[in-house]
């Protein structure tokens, strides 16, 4: 069974930073990225990372101010989030693909998700 570990999240004001961290077994052979949902919204892609590290890939709206990250050799996916907005309140959740062209629509694997709150 393939298990997704989420950790970060709270809550910041608005213009705060926040840092997200995903472990998953048998890391090295998955991309991986995070997706989240607002409140009445639907779910939608944030950013994703190959298996190497060497291709990412970012939503518009986040460009510039999340940076996506892994370190195989600890088996753990950071995504760093400045510059936070009110809007950006949501639960985000850590997906995996063996297949890099999945990775910012439908992935197979999800984890639990974790809550994220930006207060203006």
């Known amino acids: 069974q393939v298990l997704l570990a989420e950790s970060g999240g709270g809550l910041v004001q608005a213009g705060g930073s926040l840092r997200l961290s995903c472990k998953l077994d048998?890391?090295?052979?998955?991309?991986m990225g995070w997706f989240r949902q607002a409140p009445g919204k639907e779910r939608e892609f944030a950013a994703a990372?190959?298996?190497?590290?060497?291709?990412?890939s970012y939503a518009d709206s986040v460009k510039g101010r999340f940076t996506i990250s892994r370190d195989n050799a600890k088996s753990t996916m950071i995504l760093q989030m400045d510059s936070l907005k009110p809007e950006e309140t949501a639960i985000y959740y850590c997906?995996?693909?063996?297949?890099?062209?999945?990775?910012?629509?439908?992935?197979?694997?999800w984890g639990q998700g974790t809550q994220v709150t930006v207060s203006s």
């Open positions: 990372i190959s298996c190497d590290g060497g291709i990412t």
């Open positions: 997906a995996a693909d063996r297949n890099w062209m999945r990775m910012n629509t439908t992935p197979t694997m």
């Open positions: 048998s890391f090295i052979n998955f991309a």
